[in-house]
Nanobody, 122 residues
């Protein structure tokens, strides 16, 4: 079973940048796309974006479009989330997620990391 481990979170001032990393143990990131999600205190989990297995396709939520970039290095079994122009409302625990099977539901992810905290101060 693939395990995902996020890192790179921390405290940053508004307008700052962070790069989150997601490492996959025991091989690749399952099948298909790898997603990033976040959960702010008292709120539900929110989709941030995904990257296809090849890295040729990305999709972002409107709330982060133009500020966040997802990339991957399949040779290193790593996926990254580069975040710039951070806002206090970006404060959340960030999770990477993968799919163990090619589910028809494109938003179904069944492999999750433990999350990494990102706090943006105003």
């Amino acid at each position: 079973q693939v395990q995902l481990v996020e890192s790179g979170g921390g405290l940053v001032q508004a307008g700052g940048s962070l790069r989150l990393s997601c490492a996959a143990s025991q091989g690749s990131f399952g099948t298909g796309r790898t997603g990033w999600f976040r959960q702010a205190p008292g709120k539900g989990r929110e989709f941030v974006g995904y990257i296809s297995r090849s890295g040729s396709t990305t999709l972002y939520a409107d709330s982060v479009k133009g500020r966040f970039t997802i990339s991957r290095d399949n040779a290193k079994n790593m996926v990254y989330l580069q975040m710039i122009s951070l806002k206090p409302e970006d404060t959340a625990v960030y999770y990477c997620a993968a799919r163990s099977k090619p589910y028809t539901d494109q938003m179904r992810y069944d492999i999750w990391g433990q999350g990494t905290q990102v706090t943006v101060s105003s």
